[in-house]
């Protein structure tokens, strides 16, 4: 227990000491309503904001009680991970009451999990989660990645093959584990024997260098300046420093047969730039809701492109998703696949009803994606 006393006087008004934690901070409920709390005592107006993406966004206004917690209580939610964030008194915040933050490189965003689907952690064998911190010489810095490993996969005596996923814009490195739910979907769909056991890399899909860190630049050059150099930089450390990386450290296969590229958003594009530049190297790419080389020209990409045969040759698997509503990269998506269908490259397409340009069409095009490789 905090004694007020020992604290500055101008310290933040403390929750209130004489009740349990749970009744101030927000919750999901027996029916799979969430009530959405806030500890906001000297707080004029609170609002919560449901929703993924800007033409989703709901606000709900909140109601604050004598102690000077805010709480308003959802309807019942279907089983899903859940974005949200506050309003307070004009100020966007996260819930400073929760553990679950939206994995972003400016946090604003909390999540919720509301349980009952793939995305649970289930009483199945579990894989592990590591951490590698290496050194890129190509970006001539540290960095890390995860590796996601199956069940036993320390007992495996054959090579397993690999699935390297890059996240998207604005997020972080954790964004695929935390919010993707990458851990929990490999090893429910394994327990399913659903997928063939793989390994699923997640590199940082942002080269934070000099002139390729997202912060430097104004959101109308990101396309024209930022997404291009990037894409080179993230290119050369994948080829030259991340494959030769795992190749060491783990147990892994190494044809091309063996390796998959997928990616969502800015990671999609990353998927078409390294994937279709280096077609040698992978037997199936995805692009999920990605940036295409209608607004991020790549000539190395296109000109793959102008060679249908040899694509469908190498790729057992060429899969395009995109939401119906999406505003951000809803035009890349049609353009490409304007393309590939002139072309003749095959390739597996989904439209996602009525969703946009967020994870409620990403988690469930991953787990259809992995679903198909490897066999």
Known sequence: MVHAASLPADFPTLPPQDRAVKDYVTGVNADNSVTFRLFAPTAK?????TGATPESYVSHAMSKDAAGIWTFRSEVLKPNLYEYFFSVDGFRSIDTGSANPKPQRQVNTSQVLVPGSILDVRAVPHGDV????????????????AVWTPPGYDTHKAPLPVLYFYHGFGDSGRSAIDQ??????????????????????????????????????????RRKVFYPANAKAADRELIHDIIPLISQRFNVRKDAQGRALAGLSQGGYQTLVSGLGHLEYFSALATLSGVSMATVP????????????????????????????????????????QTLEEKGVKFDYKLY???????????PAYAGFV?????
């Open 45 to 49: 107006e609170v609002k919560v904001f």
């Open 130 to 145: 590591r951490t590698l911190t290496y050194h890129s010489k190509e970006l001539k810095s540290e960095r890390q990645l």
């Open 180 to 221: 993707g739910r990458i851990p929990q979907i490999m090893d429910n769909l394994l327990a399913e024997g659903k997928i063939t056991p793989m390994l699923v890399v997640i590199p940082d899909t942002e080269t934070d260098t000099a002139t390729t860190t997202p912060e430097n630049y104004i959101p109308q050059e």
């Open 298 to 337: 790549d000539a190395e990409a296109s000109a793959q492109l102008n060679k249908p045969q040899e694509v469908n040759r190498q790729l057992k698997n060429f899969t395009v998703v995109v939401g119906e509503t999406d505003s951000i990269t809803g035009k890349d998506i049609a353009a490409l696949k």
């Open 353 to 363: 009803p009525g969703l946009g340009h967020e994870m409620d069409v990403w988690r």
């Open 371 to 375: 679903q198909k490789l490897f066999k």
